[in-house]
């Protein structure tokens, strides 16, 4: 169960239209005091400026580090949407840390999959779908030993180089940050697999670098082409992007749902 008295206090931000973007905290016009999602939620997360000082009472840790993604990273227009749907979630929340888990790596398996349609690169392909495999394996509860996240972290680290000396066509720009994010997965796969011995908050906080690599792979590729392309096409880059991310933050939001259910906590 999530904090209810986090929820009121975000719950209350949202009503009273004083939920920010790209920022963690301020002051709106009428003067009073503004924060983004997590820092609503944890206030503490807004003075520190740092997901990782959000207590695994308010949020679990995975999900805290999430959060400011899933806050900046979309559209405009269907920003207040999902606001409105993460909110909910958070009042539903009836998972124990085991389905926490599997959504945690049913999250990650998605946004790879997202990063594989950025690329072109056969060693990429190889890399992320090793990594989508394992984090299936993950997501229903068989344990992943160090060994087997290893060949995983090798493909992904050569499907960066290949792609690397390649990297002045947007397209193989975008095989070079897919397969950049694929590396990062693998190496913040390894780690949850290792939380146990590992201090838990950077278990944590490098179990969900794999999913903001991957977001960061395709904003990337966009910028890139943005900065290389007449202004037609860079425009079409951005909308590329933009729609990356909403369909992202819609499937991370759906994973929560759908494991939360109806009978979630009301």
């Known amino acids: 169960m999530i904090d209810q008295q986090a929820i009121d206090r975000l719950e209350t931000y949202l009503h009273e239209g004083r939920l920010i973007r790209n920022a963690w905290t301020g002051t709106d016009e009428q003067g009073r005091e503004t924060a983004c999602l997590l820092a609503a939620l944890v206030p503490e997360c807004g003075v520190a400026e740092d997901a990782g000082v959000c207590p695994a009472s308010a949020l679990p840790p995975w999900l805290a580090h999430l959060t400011p993604w899933l806050d900046d990273a979309g559209t405009v227009e269907a920003w207040p ?20 888990r599997r959504c945690d790596y049913l999250c990650r398996a998605l946004i790879m999959r997202e990063a594989r349609n950025h690329t072109t690169d056969a060693a990429a392909y190889t890399a992320i779908d090793t990594v989508i495999a394992l984090c ?37 720009y975008a095989a070079y940050a897919a397969a950049y994010a694929a590396r990062d997965a693998a190496n913040a796969a390894r780690d949850a697999a290792n939380a146990a011995r590992d201090a838990a908050a950077n278990a944590a906080r490098d179990a969900v670098h794999a999913a903001r690599d991957a977001a960061h ?43 939360i259910g109806p009978w979630g906590s009301k």
Do not use: C
């Open 217 to 259: 792979a395709v904003r990337d590729a966009a910028v890139y082409a943005a900065a290389n392309a007449p202004h037609a096409a860079a425009n079409a880059a951005r909308d590329a992007m933009y729609a990356a991310s909403d369909r992202m933050i819609d499937g991370v939001l759906t994973v929560l749902e759908t494991e």
């Open 136 to 172: 299936a394996r993950a997501a229903a509860g068989s344990p992943i030993t160090d060994k087997e996240w290893a060949p995983a972290d090798a493909a992904a680290y050569a499907a960066y180089a290949a792609a690397e000396v390649a990297r002045a066509a947007t397209a193989a």
């Open 81 to 100: 949407g999902f606001v409105v749907r993460y909110v909910t979630i958070l009042r539903s929340w009836n998972l124990d840390d085991a389905q926490s």
